[in-house]
């Protein structure tokens, strides 16, 4: 593993991208210390093409948000010092959420803030039983960042998220589950080896056929039905070029596991 600032990466022999906070002494705030950190290990693990990419934390919070110490040093050059974060942090989240392999959020435990973002990014998100969410930003009055609104509200809707973000309130395992923010939630010494069977099932995927799929939830919403159509055709036309597809339906045919390649 790569290691800058309590921030660790690496992408392993099985094509595996893994970033992991580490710095479980500040609850892995994110902070001008290592934010230049965790968009560096974003744009080398995705440089990497990795057939999944893993999120997570070491420690009992997966990451508590912004560092609200460095916000009360800063005083006045509070709304400069949020500048300075961010203009860090976006390009990497953006990139992170746009990347065509399957992102599985890994939440072992509390997260607020701008830790909110990092971990409903993922398109599948598995959660702990003492995983809370609080977002937090109305207990300090500033409003949010980092995706943390967007990601929130895609997953449980705009007006519960409106709420979660306007009352500031704890939302345990069980409810975050109910509502749709994570997509599974397991006892915690079972959460490390859910996770890796996730993976492991993704890795074993046809990396184009997945890079479509996310491509059709991401753009979908936004387009006409002609224009879905289009793309859901222009995206199968593609598939249909690879290898993987002649291998796929092959194997059906033969009643046998495929063996996707990434060609």
């Not at 971990?119 to 809370?132: E, H, N, P």
Request: hydrophobic letters at 45%; proline letters at 6%.
């Amino acid at each position: 593993m790569t290691e800058m600032n309590g921030i660790e990466w690496n992408v392993d022999s099985q094509g595996v991208g893994r970033i992991v906070l580490n710095r479980p002494e500040h609850n892995n705030a994110l902070g001008p210390s290592n934010a230049p950190a965790l968009v560096r290990a974003i744009d080398e693990v995705l440089a990497g093409q990795p057939r999944a990419v893993v999120i997570e934390a070491r420690g009992p919070i997966f990451c508590a948000g912004g560092d609200i110490r460095e916000f009360v040093k800063a005083g006045d050059r509070l709304d400069e010092l949020v500048d300075e974060i961010l203009d860090e942090l976006l390009p990497g989240y953006l990139k992170l959420a746009q990347a065509t392999c399957p992102i599985v959020t890994v939440v072992g435990g509390p997260v607020g803030g701008a830790g909110v973002g990092l971990a409903l990014c993922g398109d599948f998100v598995l959660a702990s039983d003492t995983m809370k969410l609080r977002t937090g930003y109305a207990a300090i009055g500033l409003s949010p960042d980092v995706g943390a609104s967007y990601f929130l509200a895609r997953r449980v809707g705009p007006v519960r998220a409106q709420q979660w973000l306007m009352l500031s309130d704890p939302i345990d395992a069980a409810q975050c589950l109910a509502a749709g923010a994570v997509d599974q939630v397991f006892p915690a010494a079972e959460l490390e080896a859910a996770a890796q069977a996730l993976v492991q099932r993704l890795c074993a995927s046809a990396p184009a056929s997945l890079a479509a799929m996310k491509r059709l939830s991401l753009e979908g919403p936004a387009l006409s039905l002609q224009a879905y159509l289009s793309l859901e055709q222009q995206l199968l036309k593609a598939c249909a070029r690879t290898a993987d597809a002649r291998e796929g339906t092959s194997a059906f045919v033969a009643k046998r596991a495929p063996t996707f390649t990434g060609r």
